[in-house]
C-alpha cells in the first residue's frame, strides 16, 4: 500500500530558463516564469536537452517536488537506498509509537493469505499488550518490545521533497520493480506536471 498526497511542483519556468545561460540564449524564451508554465520554445529545449544526457540535463535537479507519502517500511527502506539530493521528514516511530492503538490497517496487509493474517493479529495484540503496560508503567523495557516487534509492512508517513532528476531516474529504474508501491508511485510520477512532455519512453 502507498498514499501519495499533497503533491506540489516548483521552478519548471525558471530551471528552464536558466538553462539558457550556457548560450546566452534568453532571448528565445517564451515561457510564464510567474505562474510556472512553459512556452513551446523552452518546452522544445528541456526535451532536447533531456535527450542529450545526464550533464546536458542538469535543468532537472532545479525543479522542486514536495509530497506526502504514507507507505510501509519495507518501502521506505527501498526509496533510502535510491536517494540522492532527497530530504525526508517522517513522523516519529521513537517517540509517538504508543500513542494510538495498533490496527490491522497500521500495516500494509492487501497479500496477507488468512493464516498469515492470524499471525499479524497476532503480532498486533502483542504490540497492543506493550502498549498498555508502557502507558501504564512508563517503563522502557515495554517500549523496546513494540520497537523491535514492529513489522516492516508497517505504514509510516514522510514528507518527501526531491528534483526531477530523481523522478526520471525513479521512472527509469523502478517501473517494473517487483513492489506494488513502486509501480504505483511512478505511475502518480508520470503525472507530475510535464514528466510525460520532457521524459523520453514516459
Known amino acids: 500500500m ?26 528565445k524564451s517564451d515561457s510564464d516564469i510567474e505562474n510556472d508554465v512553459l512556452g513551446e520554445n523552452d ?40 536517494k540522492v539530493g532527497t530530504v525526508t521528514n517522517s ?20 497479500h496477507l493469505k488468512p493464516v498469515s493474517e492470524s499471525v499479524m493479529d497476532t503480532i498486533i495484540r502483542e504490540l497492543n499488550s506493550f502498549r498498555n503496560l508502557y502507558l501504564t508503567h512508563r517503563d522502557k523495557e515495554y517500549w523496546w518490545q513494540m520497537i523491535q516487534l514492529l513489522p516492516s509492512s508497517y505504514n509510516q508517513r514522510r514528507t518527501l521533497t526531491m528534483n526531477y532528476e530523481n523522478v526520471a531516474n525513479i ?17 502518480t510520477l508520470k503525472e507530475l506536471p510535464y514528466v510525460k512532455e520532457i521524459i523520453d519512453g514516459v
Not at 70 to 77: D, N, Q
Open 91 to 110: 513522523c516519529s516511530t521513537m517517540h509517538k509509537i504508543h500513542d494510538k492503538e495498533f490496527t490491522l490497517d497500521d500495516f500494509s496487509h492487501e
Open 171 to 187: 521512472i527509469e529504474y523502478r517501473s517494473d520493480h517487483k513492489l506494488d508501491e513502486w509501480r504505483s508511485f511512478v505511475e
Open 2 to 27: 502507498i498514499k501519495v498526497e499533497n503533491i506540489e511542483v516548483y521552478n519548471i519556468a525558471r530551471a528552464v530558463y536558466s538553462a539558457r545561460n550556457a548560450l546566452n540564449s534568453w532571448d
Open 43 to 82: 518546452l522544445d529545449l528541456a526535451r532536447r536537452l533531456f535527450r542529450a544526457g545526464h550533464p546536458s540535463r542538469k535543468f532537472l535537479r532545479q525543479i522542486f517536488v514536495s509530497m506526502d507519502i504514507v507507505a510501509p517500511l519495507y518501502w521506505w527502506k527501498q526509496a533510502d537506498q535510491t
